[in-house]
């Protein structure tokens, strides 16, 4: 078991618990530490932090997504920022402050799902006359295929996962990068060519001033 805080009481609290109940606990307490250390000793689950140093908590999730079980702790009230750990591979997330019972339980439900033999496979999004399909990376209006870059296709599935809601920049750039290295410029290149490949599509993607971008069902 692997627990990621910057927070050195937070680690100390989720490692003893873990420990009482029978769990071998490993800490780190930066993204960059999480990621190594998440590699080298393929831990059972990953219990981490949104807001880590370095790589934060959404970003370690896009990089480990698929390799191991992960349940966010996060201190954001914002249903975005639970919704899109999910989205990028997290299991389960648990608010601070946190009841440290209820955490080790539902550390056992993941570990039990976990377990479960199961196929695995990315939803289909259906919005208006476009269709999002996460397992052969493509969009399709009519049973037309639309020719998206992979960046404008990772792009099309963070506004679709969130329809309606306005994506400010950065909150772009983690869904869909992965990183804010590449800046707001980067954003507003790319959503526009997207915007002029979803004519048609029965969606667009509409500028909120001030908030960033959303995606919206034509009427």
């Known amino acids: 078991m692997l627990v990621a805080d910057d927070d050195e009481h937070t680690v100390e609290l989720v490692s003893l618990y873990l420990r009482r109940a029978g769990y071998g606990v490993e800490a780190a307490y930066d993204g960059e530490e999480t990621l190594r250390k998440a590699r080298e000793s393929r831990p059972a689950l990953l219990v981490l932090d949104i807001m880590m140093p370095g790589p934060d908590g959404l ?3 896009r990089k480990l997504r698929g390799q191991l079980p992960i349940l966010l702790l996060t201190a954001r009230a914002s249903d975005i920022d639970r919704i ?8 389960d997330y648990v608010t601070k402050p946190f009841n440290p019972d209820e955490l080790v339980a539902r550390v056992a ?3 039990r799902r976990a377990a479960s033999p199961s196929g695995v496979s990315m939803e289909r999004l259906q919005l208006g006359g476009l269709m999002v399909d996460g397992d ?3 969009a399709q209006v ?3 295929r639309l020719r998206l870059t992979p960046k404008e296709f990772d792009l099309l599935v963070a506004f679709a996962h969130f329809p309606n809601i306005a994506l400010d ?5 983690d869904l869909a990068w992965g990183t804010s290295y590449y800046g707001h410029r980067t954003v507003d290149v790319h ?6 490949k979803l004519v048609g599509s029965g969606v667009h993607i509409e500028t909120i001033w001030g908030a960033g971008y ?3 069902p034509e009427e």
């Open 142 to 144: 009519g049973g037309r």
């Open 169 to 173: 920049r950065d909150r772009l750039l």
């Open 191 to 196: 959503v526009a060519r997207l915007r002029e």
């Open 136 to 138: 052969r990376r493509e």
């Open 84 to 91: 899109a750990g999910l989205r990028l591979g997290a299991d």
């Open 214 to 216: 959303r995606l919206v």
């Open 109 to 111: 439900a993941i570990l």
């Open 59 to 61: 970003q370690i999730c």
